[in-house]
C-alpha cells in the first residue's frame, strides 16, 4: 500500500512568487492534516481536512496561505506571494479516524516538500 | 506554557540504553506519541501512550508518562547505529473541532559506533 506522498520533494522560488504543494493521502484516509517546520522550530499544525471540508485551520498563518482539497482525495497547499520567512519543510499527513477513541488511528506523514523562498 | 519541550541532541554508544525526555502543557492530552526521523525521510510513528498509562513497552522501546508532572521519556534498550534519527515527542491536543499534534523541536539522537 502506497504511503502518503508529497510533490515536490523540493521547491527554490524567489520572494514575491507563488508555490503550490500537492499531498496524496493514503486511499481511503478521509483526515487530511498540513504542517511544517521551520528551520530550527517545532514542527506547527497548520489545518486539517475531513474529506472536503476544513475541519480546523487555526494554524494558517496568513491569508497567503490557501488550501484546498477538492473531491476530497488529494490535497494543495498554495503560498500566494511566498516571504523570506516561509522556507522550511510542509509536511503532510493523513489518518483514517477522529476523536478520543481513534489515537490508534496514527496521523502517517509524507516525506515533507522543503520549500526555500530567497 | 504552549511548548512540549525536549533536549536538542543526545549521543549514546552503541549497545547502551538511551532515554530521551520530553515535557508537554496540555493536562487533557489523552495520546502522546513518539515519532522518528531519519534523515531524508518523513515522520515515522513509534509508539504511542494512553493518558490513563504509566508505561508502554515495546520490545527494545519503553515509554514512561508522568502525568502528574506532564513528563514522557522514550528509552531505547541496546541501541544501535540505525537508531541515529531525530526523534519527536506529539501530544494530541483537542481544538476547534480537530485532534492536531503539537511537537516539540526533536531530540537528535547520535549513536557512536
Known amino acids: 500500500e502506497a504511503g502518503v506522498t508529497q510533490f515536490p520533494s523540493h521547491s527554490v522560488i524567489e520572494k514575491g512568487q507563488t508555490v503550490t504543494l500537492r499531498c496524496d493521502p493514503i486511499s481511503g484516509h478521509d483526515n487530511l492534516y498540513w504542517y511544517r517546520r521551520v528551520m530550527g522550530k517545532e514542527i506547527k499544525f497548520l489545518l486539517h481536512?475531513?474529506?472536503?471540508?476544513?475541519?480546523?485551520e487555526s494554524g494558517m498563518p496568513n491569508n497567503r496561505f490557501l488550501a484546498e482539497r477538492t473531491g476530497g482525495t488529494y490535497s494543495t497547499l498554495k503560498v500566494q506571494p511566498a516571504e523570506l520567512e516561509d522556507s522550511g519543510v510542509y509536511f503532510c499527513a493523513s489518518s483514517q479516524g477522529q476523536g478520543r477513541t481513534s489515537g490508534r488511528y496514527e496521523q502517517f506523514f509524507g516525506p515533507g516538500t522543503r520549500l526555500t523562498v530567497l | 506554557g504552549e511548548d512540549v519541550e525536549q533536549s536538542l541532541f543526545l549521543s549514546v554508544r552503541e549497545g547502551d540504553s538511551s532515554v530521551i525526555n520530553c515535557t508537554y502543557t496540555d493536562s487533557s492530552s489523552t495520546y502522546l506519541y513518539w515519532y522518528k526521523q531519519e534523515p531524508g525521510a518523513g515522520l515515522q510513528l513509534l509508539t504511542y501512550?494512553?493518558?490513563?498509562?504509566d508505561m508502554k513497552q515495546d520490545q527494545r522501546l519503553t515509554v514512561l508518562l508522568n502525568k502528574k508532572d506532564k513528563h514522557l521519556s522514550l528509552r531505547i534498550a541496546d541501541t544501535q547505529t540505525g537508531d541515529s534519527a531525530i526523534y519527536f515527542c506529539a501530544e494530541k491536543r483537542s481544538g476547534a473541532g480537530s485532534y492536531q499534534l503539537t511537537f516539540g523541536k526533536g531530540t537528535k539522537l547520535s549513536v557512536i559506533p
Open positions: 481536512f475531513v474529506k472536503e471540508s476544513k475541519q480546523d
Open positions: 501512550i494512553f493518558s490513563n498509562m
